[in-house]
């Protein structure tokens, strides 16, 4: 077929390149929504945004010519952002008059004219807002217009804003939005009632139903929020809480369901990047008016009956057939996406969720279990079929009608993804026909629309496509006619196997290569001896098929190489000591069939522990020994595994220390958050263009620069493992964590080749993403690998008025190649609806998603601006959404601080954020701890990082089989949650911290002997051991009930969370403690301390 036509959908020609998230896109970035198409939009409400220099173009690293020297050759064995997370005294205001909040977060200060904004959030005022966050569109200037056809500007950064010659505009909310003159709210549109999906009226909690949306004022000349108090806090009363029951319940979720390409990157060989479009056909133009997102004829019990005036729909623009096709008798099929939301306005009590919860009296806001993901108010069988919040989750459960509504929420809209979880279930498609629509490329899904049994109607285009004979026979059912009950339009996540169209070559191979640190350093710290017994353990176990090939390097001053081609009595190995013009001794013979020298593989692997056991080397060439595997992997494509204990201080990419200890704790700014050098960034986006990806293990008591050196992975779709002071025999703790791992990395299942994208409906555009990848032709992820353990982010703006629309679907589709040589897809639809209404708005928040998504930006501003500014906007974030909600959606007044209850964990998560590792101040903290917890929040799936910004706590000397759980005949007891606050513990009882990658028991001083002697094997607390990381296996039931529950908790992630058992006088007490997040310290305050000042914020 011919694909003109279709490469223009998909982006294929433009020659814009860009890096990684967080990226603009650049459509969304220099054309303003509206002009050219027939609709209207909002002007974008931006944060105060400083001129950002254009950055240099990401020339391509050129490796040095091979050098012609001989390598010595010797046998093995004999060759030798918001108020500054509020400490305690409130300062004196800065300034009187609103000014900045925070200073700009970029170098270059914005011109002059640019520091008012038509769409500024103090109507009529001449000050410049603080900086904030871009949250819900691409930057643009309110009222700008950009040529469509942008000139290339060479690479976008990482961190970078786009090169923008456009002045900026001021805001002081951290949410980039786009809201209309706030004193001016817009009327309802005639026809167009305003109508809640839940329907409520409450008397002073919704708007009157005469205006739209209350106006929301603020008094001319108030002040910006500033920063939280400093010093030592005020004298206070705390409220005590009213008499009662404390509320402890979660929100009652709605009932649940049971149980591409195009790139220009030069250097690529296997660029898949037009395979998407390969069967598009001709591309037709789309119906002859805009109004193309409706759905045929509601059947009966969907009609919305309950406001009269004109439809809100216009007749269907494509002509209905003579005899409509029936899906089923019973109503409409989980592919017959019927516009039912309006059913749900029947409701007539006010939801769980926007129930108002004063937080300063609501002591106990924890559910006793953990908190799940809110479920969309959508009809029945849409949400039966609707993918699995833990692969695909949006921040918002109910989209916002438009821009205008989203930034009046005050909310960030975004996506969380876990693309490649593993599952138990995941239905798999053989077809020589990959159903998709011709426009737009969208898969078939639950969500499109059937018009008769020959044609269906695109979710995300509207498109009207026909059905292929293919598709008409159903291999599940083997009867014939019946496309909508295809596996295909019956479940929201599939996985495709592609035929050649999709294919740029054969299928490349499992290839491993692994580069090891053989340093001084590294040989002691005995993690050699670790990773050869569990590489030897688990040879067998590794991904692949007959042509899997591995490989080793090794390196310290001098780069060694091993020839493991078979025929061989031992392995050889090749020295080459030119770490400045690398080479390549035997380009044949370095990576071999694992099946044909498997016995040379592990001669090799048990030799090598030994083989360095006195060396004296104290240099590491880390990047001459990266580049060598660069070379190597090049003509496949594959895995490069790095273990590194040491500063690289020789060769390419060498460092130095930039880390002082003596500021850890008092500096006010972070320092050193960004890469000393573009070494490893460059390198790992050759490593990308080759499919090449880079995983990092740092295993050192020692600074190596993870911010630095983190790049490598970063940047080619790697992953960082970091085991702070690692020693075989001191941390056993780490090293048992090392092993496990190590296992899970070596076995667990590995996509190659890889490239992803995610649509979305028409009017809804994505401006930036957030993990490890190299982003090409703007939409098109590129990951050389993929795993089951990697999450990713994306913001989203509303670019178009969704007015017509009921609902909205967003679709992540992966393309990758197995590890035994197969070309997969796999495809999750997400399907969510819309309102109009702001309590709507706020009734569908899910505050996790929303917290994670937060996590990942203040990220990438800690790096682009300071971390004081990141700390800023995540406490302004939550003061902008409370706001938003008190004056908005409240109409009457009350005393307190007020949230919904959707958003009642909001503040205690921002405040555990504040608290993080990643973001925290005014503590101890090494700068390659902070620097890989930040690599955790913006590549840890969402499910997996609550856990690391809000840890659980449980007591579990009293546990019972009272509503355990029942899981493969083992029985799981489920205390209930404790709040995070010394207060909840006691000196009589035994408590479990669950903080994702690491637990703590701590022993009360005088706790029950019964624990100590049925769990523990010891008769009193001082006899429990300094270093104790294991619970011994005892035949008591309190034991077992124990060890199940821990292991359960174990159970639930994929890495291996170490166990710490901590008396009082332990050396990790502190570490325990600086988990109470609800507890003052030195340097932050306590949670109702914090409450305190968001009231006096919005209460300004």
């Known amino acids: 077929m011919s694909t003109a036509g279709v490469n223009s959908q998909n982006g294929t020609g433009t020659g814009q390149t860009y890096t990684n998230g967080p990226t603009q896109a650049p459509a969304s970035l220099h054309q303003v929504p509206g002009i050219g198409s027939g609709m209207t939009h909002q002007p974008a409400y931006n944060p105060l945004q400083a001129k950002a220099p254009t950055p240099p173009g990401l020339y391509p690293y050129q490796p040095v010519p091979s050098f012609n020297s001989s390598p010595s050759v010797q046998p093995l064995l004999s060759s030798p952002i918001v108020g500054r997370p509020p400490s305690h005294t409130p300062p004196l205001s800065a300034s009187p008059s609103p000014g900045p909040r925070l200073p700009p977060g970029h170098a270059t200060p914005p011109p002059l004219a640019a520091a008012v904004s038509s769409s500024s959030y103090y109507p009529g005022s001449q000050h410049s807002m603080a900086p904030t966050w871009q949250f819900n569109t691409a930057p643009q200037l309110p009222g700008s217009v950009a040529p469509a056809n942008v000139p290339f500007r060479g690479t976008v950064g990482n961190h970078m804003n786009p090169p923008a010659s456009l002045p900026a505009a001021t805001s002081s909310a951290p949410f980039s939005s786009t809201p209309p003159p706030l004193n001016n709210p817009q009327p309802p549109r005639p026809g167009i009632p305003p109508t809640s999906m839940h329907g409520y009226t409450q008397s002073g909690l919704a708007p009157s139903p005469g205006n739209f949306m209350p106006p929301h004022t603020y008094p001319h000349g108030r002040p910006g929020f500033g920063p939280p108090p400093t010093g030592p806090p005020p004298a206070m009363k705390p409220t005590p809480p009213p008499p009662g029951a404390p509320v402890t319940s979660a929100t009652p979720p709605p009932p649940k369901a049971d149980g591409a390409l195009t790139g220009n990157g030069p250097q690529a060989p296997n660029n898949f990047n037009h395979v998407e479009n390969k069967m598009a056909g001709q591309t037709q133009p789309g119906p002859p008016n805009r109004h193309v997102g409706h759905y045929p004829s509601l059947p009966p019990g969907y009609q919305n009956t309950s406001h009269a005036g004109p439809p809100m729909h216009p007749p269907q623009p494509y002509p209905q057939p003579t005899q409509p096709y029936q899906q089923s008798l019973s109503g409409p099929g989980p592919a017959q996406l019927s516009p039912s939301l309006a059913a749900m306005s029947l409701q007539s009590s006010t939801p769980e969720a926007l129930r108002v919860v004063n937080l300063l009296q609501e002591r106990n806001l924890l559910p006793p279990t953990a908190v799940s993901a809110p479920t969309p108010c959508l009809p029945q069988d849409l949400q039966k079929i609707n993918c699995n919040p833990e692969v695909f989750r949006s921040t918002l459960t109910s989209i916002p009608q438009s821009q205008s509504l989203l930034n009046k929420a005050k909310m960030p809209l975004g996506l969380l993804l876990h693309p490649f979880k593993d599952l138990s279930q995941l239905p798999v498609v053989t077809s020589s026909t990959i159903v998709r629509c011709r426009s737009c490329r969208t898969y078939i899904n639950p969500f499109v629309s ?651």
């Open 450 to 1100: 059937f018009l008769d049994q020959r044609r269906w109607k695109c979710n995300l285009c509207y498109r009207v496509n026909d059905v292929p004979e293919e598709f008409m026979y159903n291999p599940v059912s083997r009867s014939y006619g019946e496309p909508h009950k295809r596996p295909e339009v019956q479940n929201a996540t599939i996985e495709f196997i592609a035929p050649s169209e999709y294919m740029l070559r054969p299928p490349q191979p499992a290839v491993y290569l692994f580069v090891l640190d053989v340093s001084h350093n590294a040989v002691e710290t005995g993690y050699l001896t670790v990773f050869c017994q569990s590489l030897l353990e688990n040879i067998n176990a590794l991904p692949g098929d007959s042509r899997t090939k591995v490989g080793f390097i090794t390196f310290d001053s001098t780069i060694h190489f091993y020839n493991l081609q078979e025929g061989l009595s031992q392995p050889q190995m090749l020295i080459v000591s030119d770490i400045e013009e690398i080479f390549l001794p035997t380009p044949d013979s370095l990576l071999v069939n694992l099946n044909e020298c498997k016995e040379l593989v592990q001669d090799l692997l048990k030799s090598l522990p030994n083989l360095f056991l006195k060396t004296m080397e104290t240099q590491s060439a880390l990047g001459s020994a990266l580049q060598a595997a660069f070379k190597l992997l090049s003509p496949t494509g594959g895995r490069m595994s790095v273990f590194q204990t040491q500063l690289p201080n020789i060769g390419m990419g060498a460092l130095q220390s930039r880390e002082d200890p003596n500021q850890r704790a008092s500096a006010k700014d972070i320092q050193h958050l960004s890469p000393a050098t573009d070494f490893y960034k460059k390198l790992a986006l050759d490593c990308s263009g080759q499919q090449v990806a880079v995983d990092l293990f740092l295993l050192s008591a020692q600074y190596c620069d993870l911010a630095s050196l983190g790049c490598i992975s970063r940047y080619s779709a790697g992953s960082v493992y970091h085991y702070p002071s690692y020693h075989q025999q001191h941390t056993p703790a780490q090293v048992e964590r090392f092993q496990k791992d190590l296992k899970r990395y070596l076995t667990r299942k590995i996509g190659f080749e890889a490239v992803m994208r995610i649509r979305c409906t028409k009017g809804l555009s994505i401006h930036t993403f957030h993990g490890n990848f190299f982003v090409r032709s703007t939409d098109l992820l590129s990951l050389p690998n993929v795993n089951p353990d990697a999450g990713f982010a994306v913001q989203m703006s509303i670019e178009e008025n969704l007015d017509d629309m009921q609902v909205v679907s967003f679709q992540a589709a992966l393309l990758y190649t197995s590890s035994k040589g197969e070309r997969r897809i796999r495809v999750h639809t997400l399907c969510l609806p819309v309102v109009s209404s702001l309590s709507d708005i706020f009734a569908g928040a899910d505050v996790q998603a929303i917290t994670g998504l937060l996590a990942c930006m203040a990220v990438d501003r800690s790096v682009t601006a300071s971390l004081s500014d990141a700390r800023d906007a995540m406490t302004n974030a939550v003061i902008d959404s409370l706001s938003s909600y008190r004056h908005s959606v409240l109409t009457i007044q009350q005393p307190g601080l007020l949230a919904p209850a959707c958003l009642r964990l909001f503040p205690l998560y921002i405040l555990a954020l504040l608290k993080q590792r990643a973001f925290r101040t005014g503590t101890s903290t090494r700068l390659d701890d902070r620097v890989f917890a930040m690599y955790q929040l913006k590549y840890q799936p969402l499910a997996y990082s609550v856990l690391m910004i809000h840890p659980a706590l449980y007591r579990v000397d009293d546990l019972t089989d009272e509503g355990a759980l029942n899981i493969n005949e083992r029985t799981i007891p489920q205390p209930r949650l404790l709040q995070l606050s010394v207060e909840k513990l006691s000196r009589e009882g035994a408590f479990l911290m669950d903080a994702g990658t690491v637990m703590y028991l701590w022993i009360g001083r005088n706790c029950h002997s019964n624990f100590l002697t049925q769990v523990l094997g010891v008769p009193s607390c001082s006899s429990v051991p300094e270093n104790l990381y294991l619970l011994p296996e005892l035949d008591t039931a309190e034991s077992q009930r124990t060890r199940a529950f821990v292991g359960w908790l174990r159970d639930q992630r994929p890495f291996f969370p170490s166990l710490h058992i901590i008396k009082d006088e332990s050396q990790l007490k502190p570490h325990f403690m600086q988990n109470m997040i609800e507890d003052r310290t030195e340097s932050a305050l306590s949670y109702y301390e914090f409450l305190l000042h968001l009231q006096q914020q919005i209460s300004k």
